[in-house]
């Protein structure tokens, strides 16, 4: 949960990047920590597989700077997307303040979509958590592979699976090519600290 | 679309779930092509394109095996251990042997239990901590599946004089019941002089497998109704200090000792309030520990702990 030093005048904030296995996740947070370098504040950790996969968590802090007074910093996690790995996730969750949530565009991937926001929502309510309240945006990832010939779900079609009660800002992206990569970000940031400054009172 | 098209679009979609490590998803698609491959006599090579599609899906096979049987916990290098420690310790209380504690079970938590130990090992001089971390120490060698480590280190710890008998029977008690509930018979050596040792020692567990870490709620605070003194019948709330599956430790200050004179080792309470963030329960609990903290900035504070018969 958020951490808010009244005195310091000082806010950090947890985000984590939930979705099914090798949805992109990582490489969202691999593009973020090579394109905006001026936020970060830390270097980015994997700890992952052999065979890159993510084995616990990847992690990324970052420094927002100034916000209505106060000093934001943000850290950015990964959870590990493979089923086997649902303890880890439930651990990498505790404490979270706002989600994006990476699904995977491709058509075959459908089910494993539905399943992962199913997991998040059940870990959110162990923790006493809301899907419908935490500040959570979707993203559509590998939308490019559509310029390959691969067969992905229509926008529409994603929607319906996975945003028809959640009514969750939706982006479309490309992780690999950093498409929709900032965008979501910063609109779950947004909705993060909208959350927070409700929470905490602290804009001045 | 040309059967030769086809063929090559099937193929191509399954070289890129490969890439992508879809690999159940990639095998499903070469087997399309060489079912359609199979079922078409007039295709050139037929048999060598079938051989070496079956050579790319027993390479498949392989690869998901290997990601199947990969340790789950491999040691990991000591800056993620570190790293673990400092972003997994959500305490925020000020005292430092506390926020040490919650690093310690976050290491324990993604299955670093070499360092956990070491690290819960470190907080055993301190008198507040030394049960919980005790505690923790044999859960990391159950975890392990090392039994005799376990009833080892606790033997060794009634040689060495370390733990008063109180403390020394909570965790007794508590290794006791942990392996019995995973099927081990041990006979583990009683302390020296236990007040109540009887009692503790007949505490039977609650049936039900599984992990129970994960399987008990996160209790934050209980209310017990006082049976005896001159608050009977009045409930109070303590707030959890720290919980390890069933059994809770409640830290209560000097100043209520009062309230907690009935509460000795092995009674039952009958009617305790659980609260959690998701729900408020009602069952009972035993008094599986009461020991008063003698040094530390607790000190002349009592350290309770409740073990949920029932929940």
Same mark, same amino acid.
């Given at each position: 949960m958020a951490i808010f030093n009244l005195k310091k005048r000082e806010i950090e904030c947890k985000i984590v990047y939930y =979705?099914? =296995?090798? =949805?992109?996740k990582t490489t969202n947070l691999e593009y973020l920590y090579k394109s905006y370098k001026k936020q970060i504040a830390g270097e980015m950790v994997s700890i992952n597989t052999e065979g890159d996969r993510t084995l616990f968590f990847d992690f990324l802090p970052l420094g927002l700077g100034q916000i209505r007074g106060c000093n934001v910093r943000v850290q950015l996690y990964t959870v590990p997307g493979q089923v086997k790995y649902s303890s880890t996730r439930k651990l990498v969750l505790r404490g979270v303040d706002g989600v994006v949530f990476v699904a995977d565009s491709l058509e075959v991937r459908r089910e494993k979509n539905m399943l992962s926001l199913q997991d998040l929502q059940k870990n959110l309510k162990d923790y006493g958590k809301s899907i419908f309240k935490v500040p959570l945006v979707l993203q559509f990832n590998k939308r490019d592979l559509a310029d390959e010939g691969i067969p992905l779900m229509p926008i529409d079609l994603m929607e319906k699976d996975l945003n028809r009660q959640l009514k969750a800002p939706t982006f479309q992206a490309s992780a690999v090519k950093g498409n929709g990569v900032g965008p979501s970000l910063k609109e779950c940031l947004k909705l993060t600290l909208k959350s927070l400054q409700k929470e905490f009172k602290w804009a001045q | 679309m040309s059967l030769k098209d086809q063929i090559k679009a099937i193929l191509q979609e399954a070289e890129l779930y490969k890439k992508q490590g879809l690999l159940g998803e990639a095998k499903d698609k070469y087997k399309a092509a060489s079912d359609i491959i199979y079922r078409n006599d007039q295709i050139k090579n037929r048999d060598s394109l079938i051989a070496a599609i079956t050579s790319k899906i027993n390479a498949l096979d392989s690869d998901s095996d290997l990601l199947e049987h990969e340790p789950e916990s491999p040691e990991l290098s000591e800056k993620a251990q570190d790293l673990i420690k400092n972003l997994f310790s959500f305490s925020e209380k000020k005292d430092k042997d506390e926020a040490v504690l919650e690093g310690a079970i976050a290491l324990a938590k993604f299955g670093q239990f070499d360092r956990a130990i070491k690290e819960f090992n470190d907080l055993l001089d301190k008198d507040s901590q030394r049960v919980v971390a005790a505690k923790n120490v044999l859960r990391c060698y159950v975890a392990m599946a090392a039994y005799d480590d376990a009833i080892a280190q606790y033997e060794k710890w009634k040689e060495s004089g370390q733990f008063p008998p109180e403390q020394l029977e909570a965790v007794r008690s508590y290794l006791s019941e942990y392996l019995n509930k995973k099927g081990i018979k041990s006979q583990l050596s009683m302390p020296d002089t236990v007040p109540g040792a009887a009692e503790t020692a007949d505490l039977a567990g609650h049936s039900g497998g599984g992990d129970e870490e994960t399987e008990f709620l996160d209790i934050t605070s209980v209310g017990i109704t006082l049976d @005896?003194?001159?608050?009977?019948?009045k409930m109070v709330e303590f707030d959890v200090n720290f919980q390890s599956g069933n059994m809770l430790s409640l830290i209560i200050s000097s100043k209520d000792k009062a309230l907690i004179?009935?509460?000795? @080792?092995?009674i039952k309470l009958s009617n305790i309030q659980y609260y959690s963030p998701i729900a408020i329960f009602k069952g009972s609990g035993i008094v599986a520990a009461r020991t008063e903290i003698s040094n530390g900035p607790k000190k002349g504070d009592f350290c309770l702990d409740i073990k949920i018969v029932n929940q």
């Open positions: =979705g099914p =296995g090798r =949805g992109g | @005896t003194g001159p608050d009977k019948g004179e009935g509460l000795q @080792t092995g």
